[in-house]
């Protein structure tokens, strides 16, 4: 297997090793912002006006204005009451699993991401639907009253939608918190939104809390906290947020000033997902208006490679399992790329 653990260019539309040139269908720049010209050329203007970084804290008495304008847009941009900055996802997501869990007994769903858990790997195993199922019952027969419920929004690896309805069955006598993280979804699968539909979340006992990094879809290197406005205040208080130093104002600049470029991206994404999937049919897993496919098909990555095409390829879910092949369409692959990868998986 070739090694392109060592590039020297950006993980665009192809990559260009010594002897070849490959059609690359890997990745999280979902919407090929990282690779867009004109949204370099806001994040360019962004250094230019506020510099290259701002290492300084939040509380701090002279600020940036781009942070505190930036979490205003990013919670009406996704239909949140507030909305807080920090410079990583992780952190992001660290902060609040370590937060919450001083309020309420923790149960993490299946595959949680490692930035969800607390010390070691949950125990969790086996499906999404039985997992959840399961968890209701528990928190309904338990003498405890407050719960943190942590999950991924969706699985983005083989991949999976997530039914989060199953929650309205709870004790409503029970408080519950739902953290989940739309990394992979946000502004991804809708257009300025989240992942999921949040309807199902207006019960008076389940508050839901939503953390991503904005480093996949976005092309922005923060981590973004969703909520509703007493939380948000909170959190803000907490050395977490006033001890660490913002994300780049450069980054965060094109985040909020990018938009126009960004629903351009969307839409030729989606286009993309259609086009693909109407000529897949059932050979790869997927879900809808998410542009990850799968693959269990051994052989895949090695005649994939052979047609010049470059894709994700890894045991999975553990080291001694099959190889399972991710292909991932974004924004900048056009139709004719899409009718090569088809052709040389075999179903087109």
Known sequence: ?????????????????????????????????????????????????????????????????????????????????????????YLAAQFLVRTLATEGEVLHAPSCHPSLWLDEKPAATGSFVDWATATVAYINQSPQTSFIIVSNSLDNMKPEAYDFTVFSHIDPNKKIVLLLDDSHGIGVTRKNGISFDRSNFHLSNIELIVVASLAKGLATDAG??????????????????????????????????GEQIYLEQFQKLQHNISYFRERIASQLNTVSNFPVFSSTDPNLYARLMDAGILVSSFPYPLATDPLLNRVVVNAHHTEADLDRLSHAIGIY
């Not at 941009?77 to 900055?85: H, K, N, T």
């Not at 973004?224 to 913002?246: H, M, Q, T, V, W």
């Open 1 to 89: 297997m070739n090694n392109f653990t060592r590039l020297e260019q950006p993980t665009g539309r192809f990559i260009t090793t010594a002897d070849r040139e490959y059609l690359f269908f890997g990745g999280t720049s979902y919407l090929g912002l990282a690779t867009n010209q004109a949204y370099t050329s806001i994040f360019i203007a962004g250094i230019q006006r506020y510099g290259i970084n701002n290492g300084t804290s939040r509380n701090n008495n002279v600020q940036q204005g781009i942070f505190d304008q930036a979490e205003d847009y990013a919670a009406k941009r996704f239909g949140f009451e507030a909305s807080l900055l920090l410079s990583s996802g």
């Open 224 to 257: 973004l906290i969703l909520a509703d406005e007493p939380r948000i205040k909170s959190l803000k208080r907490s050395n977490f947020y006033i001890g660490a130093s913002p994300s780049s104002p450069a980054s965060v600049y094109a985040f909020v000033y």
